[in-house]
């Protein structure tokens, strides 16, 4: 779906979740969220803010699988997506702090393994990710699943892609900050969700989005694989859709 600007694309999809929520809540049931981070829904985040502060919108049945951190990380670290989801979504709203997963990026390397076995574990035991919100990167990642990823990838270490890196740099002030590994859910993770929503605004994401919609399903590309999902909504402002 081609929508004029990032602002009205990204309420769209706030009240995508903000419904999924309410109905569940009027069930009694919890609801559980993959979220990601990243400049591209951060719009949507402070959609939800807006509606918890003005509508009394509630997240205390919501429970949040965050896609990726970087490694090493540390949470306090202004560059680390713990922080980054505290600041632009967890400290504005009523989640419980337990009900929130964001990869760890401060473990020993031989603790990440089973660090990953757990997270999709917990997953697993959540019920599985409702919504899954995706960024793309132009890489063609999602997560941070680099070229070569493929379908049935799980939670796991992987080495960033150069470009992904030099795209992170300006952030980090300069390449050489920008940490080499991280750890994301994988690709056959994120294809377990039940309903997928990718997002993309602006002119540079137009080349990565063409082959993602309409190139051959392919590792080189992860995003392609969302071809495959049965329930996955592409939401794009006009610049992110140019060249389809
Ligand atoms: C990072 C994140 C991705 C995100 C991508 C695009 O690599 N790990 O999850 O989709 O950046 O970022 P942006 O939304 O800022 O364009």
Redesign the pocket.
Same mark, same amino acid.
């Given at each position: 779906t081609i929508y004029e600007d990032a602002n009205t694309g990204s309420k769209w999809i706030a009240q995508e979740i903000i419904s999924l929520i309410k109905s569940r809540q009027e069930k009694g049931q919890k609801v559980v969220l993959g979220l990601?981070?990243?400049?591209?829904?951060l719009k949507v985040y402070e959609e939800l803010i807006r509606a918890h502060k003005e509508d009394g919108l509630s997240f205390s049945n919501v429970l949040t699988f965050n896609?990726?951190e970087y490694y090493p990380m540390q949470p306090e670290s202004v560059h680390s997506?713990v922080r980054f989801m505290k600041e632009n979504l967890f400290d504005h709203i009523d989640i419980l702090p337990e009900n929130t997963h964001v990869p760890d990026g401060t473990l020993k390397m031989e603790e990440v393994p089973e660090f990953c076995r757990n997270y999709e574990l917990k997953i697993r035991e959540a019920g599985g990710i409702d919504l899954q919100i995706?960024? !793309? #990167?132009?890489t063609g990642? !999602? #997560?941070?699943n680099e070229p070569g990823s493929g379908i049935r990838s799980t939670t796991r270490m992987v080495t960033l892609d150069g470009l992904?890196r030099r795209?992170?740099a300006p952030g980090f002030g300069g390449i050489s900050h920008v940490p080499r590994r991280?750890i994301?859910m994988g690709v056959g993770t994120i294809m377990q969700a039940k309903k997928i929503i990718l997002m993309?605004?602006g002119n540079?994401?137009a080349p990565i989005i063409r082959e993602a919609v309409e190139g051959p399903i392919t590792e080189s590309v992860p995003t392609t694989f969302l071809q495959e999902h049965h329930n996955c909504d592409i939401i794009l402002d006009k610049p992110a859709a140019e060249k389809l």
């Open positions: 990601a981070t990243g400049s591209s829904p896609l990726d997506y995706l960024g !793309i #990167g132009r990642h !999602i #997560g941070f992904t795209d992170a991280a994301t993309a605004w540079g994401k």
